[in-house]
């Protein structure tokens, strides 16, 4: 039994799920891995359920009727992570924008060097993104400044979706009350956390810009994280932690 499940959302990854999911069960640690799918019309559920019986207790499939983004795709992963013994969960994309030989870097940090949080930044020593346009480089890292500033966060890599929560983290935060799915829900889950207290510390990490498949970004994406920032701020000056 592992103590340590990644969780990875997909909507029509049928081009990544098989490699990704190997290469994350190559790894020296054992992990154990959560697809939860939006009922992806390309098959990637039943990818996932063909390589079931090779990694047999390792590899487990969460179906969702529709897509409901991603915020909400990982609040379901979490609360099945909870419901079964990890102490360590995990968010990270199928497209390989993660590099699955940093989850060990990630855990690590949480097993063994007293982090509550880790998280994989693209921020922390300069800029490490890779094949990324320079526009997008420039709104991303904007946003993460942004974020700082609005917050008082110290996390330079506020938007960053590649994670690792001891299981305590998870369990103090009301996931029912969160309310966003796209950047956003990975500052709001971030800032719940910072507000409560908890250590988090960021892992320098490359990242690298999907090759295949197509990219979830929107522009509702991207004015979600804008002005959910300040309604954040704004409702934690009212609120206990």
Same mark, same amino acid.
């Given at each position: ?161 590649? @994670?690792?929560? #001891?299981? =305590?983290?998870?369990? $103090? *935060?009301?996931?029912?009350? +969160?309310?966003? &799915? ?28 999907? @090759?295949?498949? #197509?990219? =979830?970004?929107?522009? $509702? *994406?991207?004015?979600?994280? +804008?002005?959910? &920032? ?12």
């Amino acid at each position: 039994m592992s103590d340590a499940l990644v969780i990875i959302p997909t909507y029509n990854e049928i081009e990544n799920i098989e490699t990704i999911l190997k290469s994350v069960f190559s790894q020296n640690k054992s992990f154990h891995v959560l697809v939860v799918d939006d009922n992806s019309p390309d098959g990637t559920a039943d990818k996932v359920k063909s390589m079931q019986d090779e990694y047999s207790k390792q590899l487990y499939l969460l179906q969702r009727d529709k897509k409901n983004g991603l915020g909400a795709a990982y609040i379901a992963g979490f609360k099945w992570a909870l419901e079964h013994s990890y102490n360590f969960i995990f968010e990270m994309d199928a497209d390989f924008s993660h590099n699955p030989d940093d989850l060990i870097k990630l855990y690590d940090a949480c097993a063994s060097n007293g982090a509550d949080i880790a998280v994989g930044s693209r921020y922390v020593k300069g800029i490490t993104v890779v094949n990324w346009p320079l526009s997008r480089i420039l709104l991303s890292y904007g946003a993460s400044r942004y974020v700082r500033f609005i917050t008082g966060m110290k996390v330079k890599d506020s938007t960053a979706g590649f @994670i690792c929560y #001891k299981r =305590k983290v998870l369990e $103090s *935060i009301a996931l029912n009350k +969160i309310k966003f &799915v796209g950047y956003a829900f990975q500052i709001e889950m971030k800032f719940k956390a910072y507000k409560k207290g908890f250590k988090i510390v960021e892992i320098p990490v490359i990242f690298k810009d999907r @090759i295949k498949g #197509k990219s =979830k970004m929107s522009g $509702s *994406i991207i004015s979600e994280a +804008i002005f959910g &920032v300040i309604s954040l701020k704004l409702k934690s000056l009212f609120t206990k932690s």
